[in-house]
C-alpha cells in the first residue's frame, strides 16, 4: 500500500469501490454521496487513483452523464485478523481448492500473498482443521476452464455448448442454458434447459469434456427462482417435480444415528412401536431411495408404496444372481 495512503482515504476508496460495484452506473452526485467528498478536486482524484493502481476500468458516459464500471481491476485490504478468524481464512482456502476447482489457482496465490503476515503455529491449527474433511471427501475432478465458462455463461444469461461423456457412451454436443449448480455425492452437477429436447436436464460436470459460449439465445427458466426447490427436492442427486410418499422403518443399530441426519427437508421422523424409528418423506425418484435402503441393508425396511419395494427386490435378486455360488 503506498505510503500516503490513509486508513481514511482507504475506506473511502473501499466504499465508492463497493458502490460502483453493486450498481455498475452511478452518477456524480452518487458517488459524492457515497464517498463523503468535501470537494470535486477529491473525488477526481480517487477515481484517477482507482484507474491507475487498483487497475479499474471507470469510464464517464458525457451523454447519460453517469460513471460506468467495466471491470473492479484489484483490491487493496487492511485488515485486523484474530487467530481465529486467521484458523478460518487457512481452512476455507483450503477448502475452495478442493471444492471450487476453478479457484483452486487464485486459492493458492492468494494464501501465498497471505500467508508471510500470519505466524506458522496459527497457519498451522487452521491446516489441521481442514486435513479430515478433504481427505474424508474425495470429488470428482473437474475441468477449471469449463466451470469458469459455466459459471460465466448463468451469470451473463449465455447459452452453452458442452461435449458431453456419459458412462459407456459416445460424446455428444448439446446445448444448455445454465440455471444453477449444486455439489452432491462427491461431484458437482449443473441443472440446465436443453434446447433439443426443450426440458430441463442434469449434467455432472466431471463428465463435461468442454464448453464454449453458444450463439444461441438463453432460455430464461419458467418460474424465477425454481431451482432452489427443485434441487433440494433430489434424495441424492437426481432432483424432479414429482413427490412421490415414501415410508421406511430402520431399526438398531442404524435408527439412533439415522435420527440425527437430515436426509430430506420434507423428512418427518417418529419412534415405531416395534422399535427403531419411522421416516417419511416425499421424493422425485424411487430409484435413488431404493439405493439408500440397499445401503442399511437388514436395518432398513421399506413400508410404502409397493413400487419401492418392487424396485429393492430387484435389486436384491440381482445382486444374489451376480454373487458366485
Known amino acids: 500500500m503506498p505510503k500516503d495512503m490513509t486508513s481514511v482515504r482507504h475506506d473511502r476508496l473501499s466504499r465508492v469501490m463497493a458502490f460502483l460495484q453493486s450498481k455498475v452506473k452511478a452518477s456524480h452526485d452518487e458517488i459524492f454521496s457515497v464517498g463523503e467528498y468535501s470537494s470535486n478536486r477529491t473525488l477526481q482524484n480517487d477515481l484517477y487513483y482507482l484507474r491507475g493502481t487498483y487497475g479499474a476500468d ?5 451523454r447519460d452523464k453517469l460513471y460506468v464500471l467495466e471491470s473492479s481491476g484489484v483490491f487493496h485490504i487492511n485488515l485486523k485478523l484474530t487467530n481465529n478468524e486467521v484458523e478460518a481464512l487457512t481452512a476455507g482456502l483450503s477448502m475452495v481448492s478442493h471444492f471450487l476447482p476453478h479457484l483452486k489457482k487464485p486459492a493458492e496465490l492468494l494464501w501465498e500473498k497471505l500467508s508471510s503476515y500470519i505466524p506458522v503455529d496459527v497457519i498451522s491449527a487452521g491446516s489441521e482443521i481442514v486435513k479430515s474433511t478433504m481427505v474424508g471427501t474425495p470429488i470428482a475432478e473437474v475441468d477449471a ?28 454436443q448439446w446445448v444448455l442454458s445454465p440455471y444453477d449448480f449444486y455439489f452432491r455425492g462427491n461431484a458437482w452437477y449443473m441443472v440446465s434447459y436443453n434446447h433439443r429436447f426443450e426440458n430441463l436436464a ?35 442427486v437426481i432432483p424432479g417435480f414429482e413427490k412421490i410418499p415414501v415410508k421406511v422403518r430402520i431399526t438398531e443399530p442404524l435408527a439412533e444415528s439415522f435420527r440425527e441426519i437430515k436426509w430430506h427437508p420434507t423428512q418427518k421422523i ?3 412401536p416395534e422399535g427403531g ?17 440397499m445401503s442399511g441393508a437388514p436395518h432398513i425396511e421399506v413400508i ?15 445382486i444374489l444372481y451376480k454373487s458366485p455360488k
Open 145 to 172: 476452464g469449463v466451470f469458469n465458462t459455466l459459471l460465466e455463461a448463468k451469470h451473463k444469461k449465455s447459452a452453452v455448448n458442452i461435449l458431453y461423456s456419459a458412462p459407456e457412451k459416445m460424446p455428444k
Open 58 to 62: 471507470i469510464k464517464y458516459n458525457s
Open 277 to 293: 424409528i419411522i421416516l417419511t418423506a416425499e421424493v422425485p425418484n424411487l430409484y435413488e431411495i431404493a439405493r439408500w435402503v
Open 270 to 272: 417418529e419412534d415405531s
Open 304 to 318: 410404502e408404496p409397493v413400487e419401492l419395494k418392487k424396485i429393492v427386490r430387484n435389486f436384491a435378486k440381482e
Open 202 to 236: 442434469i449434467h455432472r460436470l466431471s463428465r463435461i469434456i468442454s464448453a464454449s459460449i453458444s450463439i444461441e439465445d438463453y432460455v430464461l427458466p419458467e418460474t424465477a427462482g425454481f431451482t432452489e426447490d427443485y434441487i433440494l427436492s433430489a434424495w441424492h
